[in-house]
């Protein structure tokens, strides 16, 4: 009996990160210096969507193995983005994760300044 696999690709969607934000982490700590402070192809955005990308190998719609995981950030005003580092994707992805709690009511704001402050 022969085995039949498919390769299946996947994006998950982490969430927003606001250019003052971004600007913030940039100036106090000198990382994400590869990301323009405003999208560098239409200057035109307020904040970039962050995606993680992963492989899942299948057989018999068993998923078996998640491999090669990667990490996109985008504008969301023209798609421009490019792939990110792993340390980049960790700081951009603490950003993204407050403020989608922020935005679902689930910790006040006083939470999120202060689970910002902590980056
Ligand atoms: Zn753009």
Do not use: D, V, W
């Given at each position: 009996m022969a085995l039949w696999g498919k390769d299946i690709a996947r994006t998950k969607y982490v969430g927003n990160v606001y250019v003052d934000q971004l600007n913030r982490i940039k100036k106090e700590?000198?990382?994400?210096?590869?990301?323009?402070?405003?999208?560098?192809?239409?200057?035109?955005?307020d904040y970039y969507s962050i995606y993680e990308t992963f492989r899942v190998f299948r057989i018999m719609s068993i998923p078996l193995i998640q491999c090669d995981i990667s990490y996109y950030f985008s504008c969301p005003e023209c798609n421009f983005g490019f792939k990110l580092e792993v340390e980049e994707f960790k700081k951009l992805e603490q950003i993204a994760l407050i403020n989608s709690k922020y935005m679902e009511g689930k910790i006040t704001r006083s939470e999120f300044e202060s689970g910002l402050r902590d980056i």
């Open positions: 700590s000198g990382a994400l210096h590869r990301i323009a402070q405003k999208c560098e192809n239409c200057n035109n955005n």
